[in-house]
């Protein structure tokens, strides 16, 4: 079973690939990581969960692996290509951008640990590879792949670049001028589909960089394909991103990395599909942005977000909801709860548990079929022929592959937290003293706090509201 490769569909080919070491020691995997002028919501987490799986179950079977995630904190241009997301952020908020950038990547990392994501090999950041992205326009300038618009930006020529639009299917001739996938002077561009690599800093003071072609910074585009070329030794065999990297972003990257070793630069292009909230685009414009911070202070273990995301596999949209992150936070109490049950047993069949485990591997190895892979720990949870020895051994197992924590105590009913035990105790104390004002004011601050109290004869009782 370790020797069967992992499947995985590749957007370009449109077919399920078996992933391949392709230099036969180091599994070489990138991802487009966050661009750091927000939080990231957890529909990005769906996507960054994508890398975790990969290497989780990569590491499961034994391969080697460097995985290169990049930090997006300058170039990324707002949709209406009019400003730097990054600048637009540090202005609304009277700080540095670089400031900016710093508290939101930090952020991003306790995200990711919420999540029990593995971190990546490393994390490069744009604005400190400014020098790849400058050695790498220079190449593609001498091979004519590029060249100084009229407005000193350097454009990639896309019509240089022969296989365009394998990867999204929009081919050259179908764009039309005017269709605003690149912001661009009037003029300045030898051919309306060109892109701008390195941007003239025109009126822009800050964020910017001496580059042989006058002062400027770079294009989103080019800084994917600097870094995964030079951490990965100039081939990728996995490409990850959301689906709506697709076009512009992962089509420019890959006529810029292609032209640039004359070959083709990745292997594998994986795209994650899209996650609803309640039925609607997760989209800051219209509102509906839920954050992992939102389920802590709901008192829902982030781990359900990681379940909710593995009974959908990763190449269907889908809709999450507060419902069902309850549920599955009630599922992960009762399989902690089960494990410690489980954990007492001395009748331990290795072989028996081994099929088991088998057959959930293979589930992740299809395309990581994640959600037949959750029915079988469901069934495996109720099955009356196996022993409980063999329950513990195959969740003990497999949990390296779900990675929720399902040996872990679950959080027990009475487990407060002292803050909360203390508006609790200072509440029956005012009841006591007949000041039901303030009792009042005291259950709604517990409210607040995603605890419900209920007064019977006996004193006040309380529970979580979930
Ligand atoms: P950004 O920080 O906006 O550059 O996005 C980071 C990653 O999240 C990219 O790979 C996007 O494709 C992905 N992404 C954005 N929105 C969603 C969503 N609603 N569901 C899943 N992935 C998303
Ligand atoms: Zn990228």
Redesign the pocket.
Known sequence: MKNTPIQLFDTKSRTLQAVQISNGKTLRIY?????VYRD??V??M???LLGDLITRLAKFLNYEIKFIQNI?DVG?MSEDFVEDKMLAQAKAESKDPYEIARIYESRFHNDLSSLNITKATSYPKASESISLMHDLITKLIETEHAYVGGDNCVYFSAQSFLGYGAISGNRLDALKPGHRFEYTEDGAKKFHADWALWKAAAGRSEMIWESPWGKGFPGWHIECSAMSLHYLDKFVDIH??????RFPHHENERAQSNSAINNEAVALWVH?????FEGR??AKSTGNVVLVADLIAKHLDPLSLRLCFLENQYRSQMDLSWDSLKAAHLLIQRWRDKTKIWAGSKEIDTKQAQVFIDEILSNFLDDLDTPRALQKLRSIEKAETLSDGVKYEIFETVDQLFGLDLLKPSIGKGELSPEVQTLLDQRQSARNNGDFAESDRLRELLLEKGVSVRDSKDGQNWEWLI
């Open positions: 991802s487009c990581g966050p661009t990231a919501h529909g990005n769906r996507t960054f997006t990324h990850l991103g959301g689906i709506d990297l994650g599909e899209h996650l609803l685009k997760m």
